[in-house]
Structure formats: structure tokens, C-alpha cells
């Protein structure tokens, strides 16, 4: 049996577990929160990148994603940044809904399950 591996644990939250080949991050929300829709979005897609490389992963191996938007009057905006920087040939199984975030000032959050790197055989 494969043990659970957790990376930046914190009081409420980890931010990565690994299990079984599979990621999970938490959600991940924009630093800079002074920022337009588009501003958060890529702070959030950039975090992503970051989490899934410290796996040895990257966003062509997601199985999943879920966004959390805090008015779908900023759909289009969140689909700009999402359009560009999502891996062609590799869109994931998507879901976006509006959502009440913990503060008024973050527009986006985003939830992303991703396969582990294909492992080397020798």
C-alpha cells in the first residue's frame, strides 16, 4: 500500500497530497488580491504550475480542475488567462461556478487533481 506523501502542511491545510500516482492541490487563490479577474487568474494558474512541478508533474497531466469564480460577470475574463496558458491537446474536465469566496476581494479559486509524472522504467 502507497503512503499518503503531503507537502507544505500547515494548521488547516496542505497544500499537495500525493497518493497512488495522483496529485491533489488545494485550492489556490491569487496573493495579490488588488488585482482584476484576469491579474488573479494568473497568479493562480502560475501557483499551479509551481505545485505540480515540485511533483514532477505539469498542467498537460490534469485529470480535473474545478474553478471558483466570484461572479460569472468575470467568466470571460477567467477564460482569457485560462485559454492561454491551458495545454493544448490536454484541456481537463472542467467544472466553473459562482461561488461566495472568503473575502470580497479574491475573484478566483481553483482546485486541481493531476497525475504524478509517468514513472522511468529501466
Not at 106 to 122: D, F, G, H, N, Q
Amino acid at each position: 500500500m502507497t503512503d499518503i506523501q503531503r507537502s507544505h502542511v500547515g494548521k488547516r491545510l496542505s497544500e499537495i497530497a500525493e497518493y497512488n500516482g495522483v496529485i491533489y492541490l488545494a485550492g489556490q487563490i491569487a496573493d495579490d488580491v488588488e488585482q482584476d479577474m484576469r491579474g488573479q487568474t494568473a497568479q493562480v494558474l502560475a501557483c499551479v504550475d509551481r505545485l505540480l512541478a515540485e511533483k514532477g508533474s505539469d498542467k498537460s497531466r490534469i485529470l480535473q480542475c474545478q474553478i471558483y469564480i466570484s461572479d460569472m460577470s468575470l467568466f470571460s475574463q477567467m477564460n482569457e488567462v485560462w485559454d492561454a496558458w491551458v495545454a493544448p491537446g490536454n484541456t481537463p474536465p472542467r467544472a466553473t461556478v459562482q461561488a461566495q469566496l472568503a473575502s470580497p476581494k479574491k475573484l478566483i479559486e481553483v482546485v486541481v487533481t493531476a497525475a504524478s509524472a509517468p514513472r522511468k522504467t529501466a
